[in-house]
Every structure is written in structure tokens, then in C-alpha cells.
Nanobody
Framework: QVQLVESGGGLVQPGGSLRLSCTAS????????MGWYRQAPGKEREVVAG????????NYVDSVKGRFTISRDNAKNLMYLQMNSLKPEDTAVYYC??????????WGQGTQVTVSS
């Protein structure tokens, strides 16, 4: 079982930056890939970015390409999402997720990001 805890959310003005962190614990050796999802009010949860544990391959949803960067520190079981040039439409609850080699997926509790002037 993998446990995930997000941190780093908050209120930021348009054009500002935030860095989200996700701390993994438990059976972290079984993690194959990790990522960030978000869910805005009244909308479905959507994938934002993903990263593989071994090869460090990354992918992003088109709306955040060039603005967000996902990274991982395997030694510390940490994953980050650096968010720059934030827009009001980035406002959402952001969730950390991890998938194991057996296909099991874990989720964090979410952290609120609000972009507003």
C-alpha cells in the first residue's frame, strides 16, 4: 500500500508561481509511475502531468505545457509540480497519484490551488 500526501497549494495571483509537493510512504518500491491530476468545481478530474519512476519520462496536458514542470526525487520519495504563469483556469484541487507495477493506483487527499486577483 502506498500513501500520498500533497502540500504547497494556496492562493496566488495570475501570472504567479506555486510548487506542489507529494510525499510517498509505504510500499514505495512498488511505484512505477506518478502524476498529478486536478479537479475544478463542476468539472471532471483531469490528468495534468505524469512521470515514470525509472526512466523519468514526462508528459503534460496541452493546457499546461511550457508552464508546468513535473519532477521526482526518488531518494526522498518526493514528487513536485512547479507551476509558473498561473491562470485563473488553473484553479482546482490538485491530486497526487501513484501507480504500481501491479496496476494498483493510490491517491492523495488533494491540495487547493486558487489563482485569483
Amino acid at each position: 500500500q502506498v500513501q500520498l500526501v500533497e502540500s504547497g497549494g494556496g492562493l496566488v495571483q495570475p501570472g504567479g508561481s506555486l510548487r506542489l509537493s507529494c510525499t510517498a510512504s509505504g510500499s514505495t518500491f512498488s511505484i512505477n509511475a506518478m502524476g498529478w491530476y486536478r479537479q475544478a468545481p463542476g468539472k471532471e478530474r483531469e490528468v495534468v502531468a505524469g512521470i515514470t519512476v525509472g526512466g523519468n519520462r514526462t508528459n503534460y496536458v496541452d493546457s499546461v505545457k511550457g508552464r508546468f514542470t513535473i519532477s521526482r526525487d526518488n531518494a526522498k520519495n518526493l514528487m513536485y509540480l512547479q507551476m509558473n504563469s498561473l491562470k485563473p483556469e488553473d484553479t482546482a484541487v490538485y491530486y497526487c497519484t501513484a501507480a504500481t507495477m501491479s496496476g494498483r493506483r493510490s491517491w492523495g487527499q488533494g491540495t487547493q490551488v486558487t489563482v485569483s486577483s
